[in-house]
C-alpha cells in the first residue's frame, strides 16, 4: 500500500472514529456447574416426557400436538402433557440404528392439514439414506397409513456416520435435505466436495411436483446446478460434513 492511500484510510478512521458508539466491555464468563433444571438466563426448563431413548426430531403439524421422532423407528405424539401409546408411524422393521443410523428426522408438509403429506428421513436396514412420503390415514388423525409410503430418494451411504438426516421446508416451500459426507472421519473419499454424489451436500426439492407418479419430486427452476448434470439436479449446496 502506497504512503498516500495509507494516509488517507488513517485520516478517514480519525473522522469517523469519534461517531462511533462505546463498546460495552463484555460480560465475565459465566462458571459451572450449572443446573439442568429450574431457570437459566430467563429460561425455564420442565420435564414433560421420560423412558422414550433417543429423541432425534421435535415438530408440529400446525396444531397442538407436538411428534417426537425417536431414532429407533417410531413417531409418536405428545400431547396434553403425555405420550399416547399407539405410534404415529412405526418404520422399526425398515431402520437399523448401528452407528449414527436410524429413523433421524420428520418434516410436515406446508398443507399438510389440506394433503395430509409427511416426509420422513432414516436409514435402511442395508445403511443407505431414505427419504419417503407418508400420509396421514383418512380416518384417523393420530395415525399415518404405512400403505402411502412413496420412497423419493435412496442414497447409498459407505459407513455408518455422518449420514446427515434432517428434513425441513423452507419458505420458499420447497424440502431441504441435509446429507452428511458419509462418514469415516475427515471424509476420506472428498465426497462433501466431488460433484458425483450427494454426500456432503444440502439437496433441495420440489415435493409438488409429480405427485402422483416417480421420483414423486421434481427439481426447482432456480436450483443453481438445474441441467448441469454434474453436479446432480438435487444439489442445492456442497462441502457439507
Same mark, same amino acid.
Given at each position: 500500500?502506497n504512503?498516500?492511500?495509507?494516509?488517507?484510510?488513517?485520516?478517514?478512521?480519525?473522522?469517523?472514529?469519534?461517531?462511533?458508539?462505546?463498546?460495552?466491555?463484555?460480560?465475565?464468563?459465566?462458571?459451572?456447574?450449572?443446573?439442568?433444571?429450574?431457570?437459566?438466563?430467563?429460561?425455564?426448563?420442565?420435564?414433560?416426557?421420560?423412558?422414550?431413548?433417543?429423541?432425534?426430531?421435535?415438530?408440529?403439524?400446525?396444531?397442538?400436538r407436538?411428534?417426537?421422532?425417536?431414532?429407533?423407528?417410531?413417531?409418536?405424539?405428545?400431547?396434553?402433557?403425555?405420550?399416547r401409546?399407539?405410534?404415529?408411524?412405526?418404520?422399526?422393521?425398515?431402520?437399523t440404528t448401528?452407528?449414527?443410523?436410524?429413523?433421524?428426522?420428520?418434516?410436515?408438509?406446508? &398443507?399438510?392439514?389440506?394433503?395430509?403429506?409427511?416426509?420422513v428421513?432414516?436409514?435402511?436396514?442395508?445403511?443407505?439414506?431414505?427419504?419417503a &412420503?407418508?400420509?396421514?390415514?383418512?380416518?384417523?388423525?393420530? &395415525?399415518?397409513?404405512?400403505?402411502?409410503?412413496?420412497?423419493?430418494?435412496?442414497?447409498?451411504?459407505?459407513?455408518?456416520?455422518h449420514?446427515?438426516?434432517?428434513?425441513?421446508?423452507?419458505?420458499?416451500?420447497?424440502?431441504?435435505?441435509?446429507?452428511?459426507?458419509?462418514?469415516?472421519?475427515?471424509?476420506?473419499a472428498? &465426497?462433501a466436495?466431488?460433484?458425483?454424489?450427494?454426500?456432503?451436500k444440502?439437496?433441495?426439492?420440489?415435493?409438488?411436483?409429480?405427485?402422483?407418479?416417480?421420483?414423486?419430486?421434481?427439481?426447482?427452476?432456480?436450483?443453481?446446478?438445474?441441467?448441469?448434470?454434474?453436479?446432480?439436479?438435487?444439489?442445492?449446496?456442497?462441502?457439507?460434513?
Open positions: 500500500m504512503r498516500s492511500l495509507r494516509f488517507s484510510l488513517t485520516t478517514l478512521l480519525l473522522l469517523i472514529s469519534p461517531s462511533l458508539p462505546a463498546r460495552a466491555a463484555d460480560p465475565a464468563p459465566a462458571k459451572g456447574p450449572f443446573p439442568v433444571a429450574g431457570t437459566v438466563q430467563g429460561v425455564s426448563l420442565q420435564q414433560v416426557t421420560s423412558n422414550l431413548g433417543a429423541v432425534t426430531g421435535i415438530t408440529n403439524a400446525g396444531d397442538g407436538l411428534f417426537l421422532t425417536l431414532r429407533a423407528g417410531r413417531i409418536v405424539i405428545l400431547e396434553n402433557g403425555s405420550v401409546s399407539q405410534p404415529f408411524l412405526d418404520v422399526q422393521s425398515l431402520t448401528d452407528g449414527e443410523r436410524g429413523l433421524l428426522s420428520t418434516a410436515f408438509h406446508p &398443507r399438510y392439514s389440506e394433503n395430509g403429506f409427511f416426509f428421513n432414516y436409514t435402511n436396514l442395508q445403511g443407505d439414506t431414505v427419504v &412420503r407418508y400420509q396421514v390415514s383418512a380416518g384417523d388423525p393420530d &395415525r399415518a397409513n404405512p400403505a402411502s409410503a412413496r420412497i423419493l430418494l435412496t442414497i447409498a451411504q459407505p459407513f455408518s456416520n449420514n446427515g438426516g434432517q428434513l425441513q421446508f423452507g419458505p420458499d416451500g420447497y424440502l431441504y435435505i441435509g446429507m452428511g459426507d458419509g462418514g469415516s472421519a475427515f471424509d476420506p472428498c &465426497r466436495q466431488r460433484t458425483d454424489t450427494l454426500l456432503g444440502m439437496l433441495r426439492i420440489d415435493v409438488d411436483q409429480n405427485v402422483a407418479t416417480p421420483p414423486f419430486y421434481g427439481i426447482p427452476a432456480t436450483n443453481p446446478f438445474r441441467g448441469a448434470g454434474d453436479p446432480p439436479d438435487e444439489v442445492w449446496a456442497s462441502g457439507l460434513r
